[in-house]
């Protein structure tokens, strides 16, 4: 079993750790609804998920269904009926050990942001790095 929440606790879950696949999605839909580059999804079986908590639901698209928390705002899970029926997509950093679950793919690639693709060539702080000097 995984578990996590929203950032202020009211809505928790927990699902079944068969997990279909879990990825990295680069589509401008994504981005948008979170304000972030890239959202990472862990696909379960709705049947899979246990709930604690009210979600909200916005329909993010003719078929797409966001639900978050209506406290906090917090982004947690994407449902499609057309394109996996049965299925719910986690917001795995949500998970309150979302390193127990190894990422496995970028899916909509097509859609990445440039400067995305190159990142992890950035240098990089442990911590919010000092205000330069000057």
């Known amino acids: 079993m995984l578990s996590g929440g929203c950032h ?15 990825s990295l999605c680069h589509c401008t839909d994504c981005r948008k609804a979170s ?5 990472a ?29 209506g406290q906090c ?20 950093a949500t998970l309150d050990d979302p390193d127990a679950l190894p990422l496995q793919m970028q899916i909509q690639t097509a859609e ?5 693709a190159g990142a992890h060539r950035l240098p990089s702080f442990e911590r919010y790095p000092a205000p330069p000097e000057g």
Not at 11 to 21: E, K, L, T
Not at 112 to 116: F, L
């Open 8 to 22: 202020c606790g009211a809505v928790r879950y927990q699902m079944s750790g068969d997990i279909a696949h879990h």
């Open 35 to 39: 304000g972030a580059p890239a959202v």
């Open 41 to 69: 999804w862990a696909m379960v079986a709705t049947d899979q998920i246990a709930i604690t908590g009210e979600t909200r639901m916005y329909e993010s698209s003719d078929h797409g269904r966001r639900y978050f928390c």
């Open 73 to 92: 705002g917090t982004g947690l899970f994407y449902t499609s009926e057309v394109v996996f029926p049965g299925m719910t997509d986690v917001q795995s």
């Open 112 to 116: 990445r942001i440039g400067w995305m």
